[in-house]
Every structure is written in structure tokens, then in C-alpha cells.
């Protein structure tokens, strides 16, 4: 899990996928998670207009971060993020609007999504565009991802479905938990992956102390 | 008069902003932890909803739609909400002291907390008018309020208690939030 890459580029979006994923280890923009992950098609054009719109504001920031003047960071960073989403909100009403429909005012409110204004403070301020770039890319995928894990677990056995396609009838063996895609499953299954993550994450780095005092024994 | 009783208790409880609209999780999970300042967070979204909720209301009305600026809402709306908790800040230091002490820090969170922004851009999507908005506002404030206080009264309650190591933290939060939203959904049985 801890692993390092020689190339920076590749190690940015790998540290955003995940050494910090925004959703199972930093824990930030939980609004969305819950919310739009009740179908997996739901889940992946929540993440990728939010990825668009990171990448996007990340490069731009970074390029502006010796022009804009310390004390009004915040709101500049607001407007550039909100002019994107606003382009971002545009596209996706013409092009997809079936999609639009479902996310709803989720995809204005990307604008106060921590993860995005996060980044601009933590990192996009401080490097350069290209590895701005990267990290806005490893982010994205990395939220992304999190989202069609929860949304696919939520939408298999909460509605026998994935992406819209029926993966098994209801039978007297095992019917749908209804629960799962109604609100309450949101939380329930945040709650469960989370806790699985921190299960690993505690085996794995129980196993690296295993073999770095064995090194230090043969050595 | 009883549409409007149908919209606060609409927001409030039927269509509760953090249980059913995962609108301000960010606050919900972080500043739960202990009852004053679950009530301190509470009463400032209060505070901010309701006046954000008018002040949007106003400039949709009378500037936005006019204007035929309607598609600018999203950062219009942005900025009034930041300017506004400036604003009610440096109120509240100047003129109510005791209650900018009680609120101080949580008044900046709430610029990015999405409940706000989330009902203004509701209101607009709803076509509700100014007074219908403030209520709207209130009720969804409110909402918010009941479920922060709620969630801190049971994480108090579970601190003492044994669980699994991989639940500690943000795990166990979701499993109470997950089971007060189900407890909401009693609500749903309201005929109104």
C-alpha cells in the first residue's frame, strides 16, 4: 500500500489512487459518496465530471499561483472552480441529460466538494502544473473508483442490477436487500468498506514490520 | 398557511438535508463528537441557512431572472454565501459577543458546507418565492440541527463501549447515522 514510484508523475496519480484516496483514507467530499451511488452508471458520471473539473482547476491554479495575492486565495479559487462546474453542469445537460436528471443538484454542488478546493489549498498552490496535472488526475480516478465500489456493491444486492443490466432474479434463496439502495444502505455501506480497508491496511503494515525485523535479523 | 406548515415540516423531518439528502456529511461526521458542539455547529447553520436562503431568494428574483442571468446561479450564489459568513462574523463580534464566542469557529465551516448552497439552488429548482424560501430554509436548518445534536448524543453514548479495532472512527459513526436515518424514515408515514 505504501509503495513509492521512481517517476513523479506516476507517483502523484498513484499516491491520489491510493496511498490518499480521498474517500476511503482522507475520508473528504462524503456528500456525493452517499448520494449519487445508488447505480453504478450514476456513480461513474459523478466521478468523472468531478475529475474533469479537478484536473481543470488544479492545472489552472497552479498556473495562477504567483499572480493571486494570498489574502483573497479562497474566493478566487471558488470562482475558477465554479466557472468550471458551471461549464461542466452546461455540457453534461446537453449531452447526456438522462445523466443530468438522476445527479441533479448534485453536480452544482460539485463546487463545495472538500476534495476539490482541498487540493487547490494542499497541493495546486504549491507545485507545479504538470505534477498539478497528475495529482488532480490520481484524485479523480481514486475518488472514481471509490464511488463504483460502493455504488456496485449497493446496486448488486440492493437491486439484482449493475449498470442498469439484471444480474439475478429474485428467489427463495436470496432476494435483493431493498435497504441497501434506499438511504440508510448508503451509510451501512460506507461504514462496512471502510472498516474492511482498515482491516487490511492493519494486516499489511502488521506484515511489513514482520519482514523488516526479519531483514534486520539475517542482515 | 398550511402549504407553508407542509414545507418546514417537509424539510425538517420527511426530507431531512443530512439523512436522506446527504447534503453537509462533512460537517455531520467531523463536529459530532460532543453535544455543545454538536449545538453550537447547529445553531450557526441555522443562522447562515436562513438568511443565505433569503438573500439568494432576493437575488434570484429580482437580479438573476430579470437580467436572464439564471445559468450564473451556481457562482453567484457561491460568493453571496462567502461574503455572508464574513459578513454575519463580523456581526456577531461587534454587536452579540457572547454568541460570536459560543459560534466563533464554526462560522467559517459553513461556507463549504453544502447544505447551504444545496437549499438555495433547491429553492430555485422548487420555483419557490421569497417567503416559501426562508421557510425552506429554516425547515432544512432545523433538519440539520435535530440530526448533529441526535448523532452526538449516541457517539457519547458509544464511547465507553466495546466493538471491533476496524469499526473504530468513521465506520461506527456511519453504522448510528445509518440507523437514525432508518428511524427517519417513520417520518414518511406523516399524511400530509
Known sequence: MNKHFENPFIDTIYNGIVRENPTFVMVIGMCPVLAVTTTASNAIGMGLSTTAVLILSNMIIAALRHIIPDGVRMPAYIVIVATFVTVCDFLMEAYTPELYQSLGVYIPLIVVNCIILGRAEAYANKNTVYLSCADGIGMGIGFTIALLIISSVREILGAGEWFGNPIYTASDFFAPIEILIKSPGAFLVLAVLIAAKNKWKWVSDKKMEEDAKKAIRES | ?192
Open chain 2, 1 to 192: 398557511m398550511q402549504g407553508l406548515i407542509i414545507i418546514i415540516i417537509t424539510a425538517a423531518l420527511l426530507d431531512n438535508v443530512v439523512l436522506s439528502q446527504f447534503l453537509g456529511i462533512c460537517s455531520f461526521l467531523g463536529v459530532s463528537t460532543k453535544t455543545e458542539v454538536a449545538l453550537g455547529m447547529g445553531g450557526a447553520v441555522v443562522f447562515v441557512i436562513t438568511i443565505a436562503s433569503a438573500v439568494a431568494s432576493l437575488l434570484y428574483d429580482f437580479v438573476l431572472a430579470p437580467l436572464s442571468l439564471g445559468y450564473l446561479d451556481t457562482i453567484v450564489f457561491i460568493l453571496v454565501i462567502a461574503a455572508l459568513v464574513q459578513v454575519v462574523e463580523m456581526f456577531f463580534k461587534k454587536s452579540i459577543p457572547s454568541l460570536y464566542n459560543a459560534l466563533g469557529i464554526y462560522l467559517p465551516l459553513i461556507t463549504t458546507n453544502c447544505a447551504v448552497l444545496g437549499v438555495a439552488l433547491n429553492n430555485v429548482t422548487y420555483g419557490y418565492n421569497f417567503i416559501e424560501s426562508v421557510l425552506c430554509g429554516l425547515g432544512t436548518a432545523v433538519g440539520y440541527l435535530v440530526a448533529i445534536v441526535m448523532l452526538a448524543a449516541i457517539r457519547e453514548r458509544c464511547e465507553g463501549c466495546e466493538y471491533l479495532e476496524s469499526f473504530k472512527g468513521v465506520p461506527m459513526v456511519c453504522i448510528c447515522a445509518a440507523l437514525m436515518s432508518i428511524a427517519f424514515f417513520g417520518f414518511s408515514g406523516l399524511n400530509i
